[in-house]
C-alpha cells in the first residue's frame, strides 16, 4: 500500500505482515518466526527487527518502491515443491499455472493462467 500511496509506512496499514515480523502482533499469527529467523541464520528477534526496520527505511528513503509482477500477480511464491503444494490446493479457479520464475533462480510461481481474450 506503500507504493500505491496509500500510506507513508508498511506499519501503517495493518493488513500486512509488518505488525507480527516487528513482535507487534501477539495473537492471531500467521508467520512462524523462529523457523523464518532460522532460515536467515538471524539468533535473535531484535536483530531481526533491526535488520528488517532498516531494510523498510532504505527503501522508503530511496524510493525504490516499483511494482514488481512476481509478488502482484502471483497467487504463491516459493520453491517448487511449495509452489506445487499450493497449487494443487486452489480451487475455484478457471485455470492455474506453475511455473518457473525466469528472475530468480529456485524460484517458482502459482498464478492464474493467461488466456487470450474472444
Not at 500505491?4 to 507480527?20: I, N, Q
Amino acid at each position: 500500500m506503500v507504493r500505491a500511496s496509500a500510506v507513508d509506512h508498511p506499519g501503517e496499514w495493518h493488513w500486512t505482515a509488518y505488525d507480527e515480523l516487528m513482535g507487534c502482533r501477539q495473537r492471531y499469527r500467521l508467520i512462524n518466526t523462529q523457523v523464518l529467523y532460522e532460515m536467515l541464520q538471524i539468533d535473535s528477534h531484535d536483530s531481526f527487527r533491526r535488520n528488517y526496520e532498516q531494510g523498510i527505511e532504505e527503501a522508503l528513503f530511496k524510493r525504490k518502491l516499483t511494482r514488481n509482477a512476481i509478488w502482484t500477480e502471483s497467487l504463491a511464491v516459493g520453491s517448487e515443491e511449495f509452489a506445487k503444494r499450493v497449487g494443487a490446493r486452489i480451487r475455484n479457479r478457471m485455470e492455474i499455472e506453475i511455473l518457473q520464475n525466469t528472475d530468480c533462480a529456485g524460484t517458482w510461481v502459482v498464478r492464474e493462467q493467461r488466456l487470450a481474450y474472444g
